[in-house]
């Protein structure tokens, strides 16, 4: 397919995606930007004073939270099989369910209608090429950040990653990575992917262990 025609295609999915939000409701941008988020990550070396291995590491797991509990990170590890959107995590709108590999039911509408290989800022549709949602083992709305500790270090529900494979994933993945530069008129997550993935590092090398509750 030429260059043309796939710009076209991205300007037409874009556009109908912006024409469905507006209709479903016509405030979003106002209401999306209106919620506040943290935006700062402290360093690691900021947890060095505290000697206590277990308490670093929580106090590590803790900071690193700040970008796991953000909406870039939470509206696409949803707790049903509708994702959610925009900094107040509402419902996706128009209507999308996780699917099969997490691009969208067969026979309804995938993920790569409107989420194409980059963000599309002028109908505020985001995108990045491996654009999905995570699988429902994957699921951390609703719960606290104890409880996404836990599951984040379990391999059966992180995809089989050992430590050293999830510190590369969230260090370097580029989807993960796609919360730092989310366009449109989201809120990037705190810090940067390199902090976050230094915080991530330190607390694995602490022990990994996590916050109660």
Known sequence: MSLFK???LALVAGGLAAGLLALAEPSFQEA??????????????????????????????????????????????????RPTQTDRMRPHIPLVVRGEGGVGAAG????????HENNFDAA?????PKWALAPIEMAWQGKTLGQICTQIKDKER????????????????????????PGGNRTPAPGT????????????????ACPKG
Do not use: Y
Request: charged residues 20%; proline residues 4%; aromatic residues 6%.
């Open 158 to 181: 992180n995809g089989g990653k050992d430590m050293a494979a999830l510190v590369k994933h969230m260090a370097e993945d580029e989807l993960v990575g796609w919360g730092w530069h």
């Open 108 to 115: 309804g509408l995938a993920c790569a209608t409107c989420h």
């Open 32 to 81: 999306d930007a209106a919620v506040s988020n943290p935006t700062k990550l402290q360093s690691v070396s900021a947890f060095a004073k505290i000697k206590n291995k277990n308490e670093r590491a929580v106090a590590l797991f803790t900071e690193a939270g700040k970008v796991i509990q953000s909406p870039r990170c939470m509206n696409c590890h949803p707790a049903t099989e």
């Open 124 to 128: 505020n549709v985001p995108g990045n």
């Open 193 to 208: 992917q390199k902090q976050f993935g230094e915080l991530i590092k330190a607390w694995a090398d602490a022990g990994a």
């Open 6 to 8: 796939n710009s076209m």
